[in-house]
């Protein structure tokens, strides 16, 4: 009989985002004579209430960790998993990590934290609660040896406790043709270079040192263009963070040369269409933009934050910049813009790293390995090198 595993997520918007793309490939994936998978959300959205998933799905209705209804909640909920013989709930993004454990193993049931970012989010009363709720964590698993790192030495989380799992990527879903059919032409208005990044719009991401960078670049080739494809997000001032960028934009007077799309639900099929692709945020832990873009050949410019350095060999198979460098992007993005052969070799690299190290089908079978592990209590495994560092 199949092993009963619970997914307990703090809000689930759809699969655009990487953390929520990963555990949606993972709930469809499991070997289902081996694992049947569920999914918990603290609180609905409306992708939850109009999409019909491949599991189960359950809203608790929490809205605020600190408080003695929300803990009765998760009691309530943890006596239901134990009636229902759930014996493993895997907790993925922060809040579900800080609350759940706990009271999950009051009642005998063993639990998984994914950590997945360099711990932008901390505070100093945030890792108070950690250290001590990581005493009741059966085991973490973080996407990349950085992240590892970051939470064995933030959370003094021991390393025998934590297995490093890399993401993995499904088999491309479209073609060449396929993209000229989904981007409406004025998106891409001539035939001139295109440089673009796929990252949601956040101050973490520095999408504005890349338009400072690009704006070098526009005066060197007029027809260049960038496009940024992610949804608006807040800017530190607490007003729309795309406002802020089409003005900056603006003032370096290249507004009609930069594109934001929004929010897409096939990123890939305009990563296809990148001649560079970007990814300049100023922390990252395992980034599947930077999967997305190897698996599509693009060559890549990144910067040397958190794991990018585990994907991304410089000048191997693509570059690494200093974060908030836009000298240095510029200088890049010009080496690749106007040397095609290098740009070749470099996205041919990159495609040839992502097939070897990080498909699904691999990602699949070790987190399963780890369920296995977590429920015979054996210890983590030996941990993996990155395919960056024998890729040559």
């Not at 070098?216 to 263009?225: D, G, L, Q, S």
Request: with cysteine; net charge positive.
């Amino acid at each position: 009989m199949a092993m009963k595993i619970m997914y307990l997520v703090d809000y689930y918007g759809g699969a655009q985002a990487g953390t929520e793309g990963q555990l949606l490939q993972l709930i469809q994936h499991l070997d289902r004579s081996r694992y049947e998978p569920a999914m918990t959300v603290l609180l609905s959205s409306d992708f939850i209430q109009r999409t019909s998933l491949c599991c189960q799905v359950r809203v608790l209705h929490i809205t605020k960790l600190a408080s003695l209804r929300s803990i009765f909640k998760v009691v309530r909920f943890a006596q239901t998993l134990r009636r229902e013989e759930y014996r493993l709930v895997h907790c993925f993004l922060n809040d579900v990590s800080i609350l759940a454990p706990p009271l999950l193993r009051l009642f005998g049931i063993r639990v998984l934290v994914s950590r997945r970012d360099m711990g932008f989010w901390y505070s100093p009363w945030k890792l108070a609660v950690l250290r001590f709720v990581s005493l009741f964590v059966d085991r973490y698993v973080a996407n990349c040896q950085a992240v590892r790192s970051v939470t064995h030495q933030r959370e003094w989380v021991p390393c025998k406790k934590i297995s490093v799992i890399y993401n993995g990527v499904l088999p491309p879903a479209a073609t060449v043709g396929e993209v000229t059919q989904f981007i409406d032409p004025p998106l891409v208005p001539n035939p001139g270079p295109v440089v673009g990044i796929v990252a949601n719009l956040k101050p973490i991401k520095r999408i504005d040192v890349l338009i400072k960078a690009f704006a070098v670049i526009c005066k060197r080739c007029p027809a260049a263009r960038l496009i940024v494809v992610g949804m608006d997000g807040q800017s530190q001032r607490g007003r729309s963070m795309r406002q802020e960028l089409e003005a900056l934009a603006g003032e370096l007077g290249v507004r009609e040369q930069v594109t934001f799309t929004g929010g897409v639900d096939a990123p890939g099929l305009y990563v296809k269409r990148f001649d560079v692709a970007v990814l300049c945020s100023e922390s990252e832990g395992f980034s599947n933009a930077l999967l997305e873009y190897m698996q599509a050949g693009r060559p890549i410019i990144c910067t040397n934050t958190g794991g990018n350095p585990e994907l991304i060999q410089d000048g191997v198979n693509g570059f690494l910049v200093p974060v908030g460098d836009a000298d240095a992007l510029t200088d890049r993005l010009d080496k690749l813009l106007s040397d095609r052969d290098l740009a070749h070799r470099l996205g041919d690299a990159a495609r040839k790293s992502v097939c070897l190290t990080y498909s699904h089908t691999r990602m699949i079978t070790e987190q399963m390995a780890c369920y296995d592990q977590v429920l015979l209590g054996t210890p983590t495994n030996p941990q993996v090198i990155p395919v960056s560092r024998i890729v040559q």
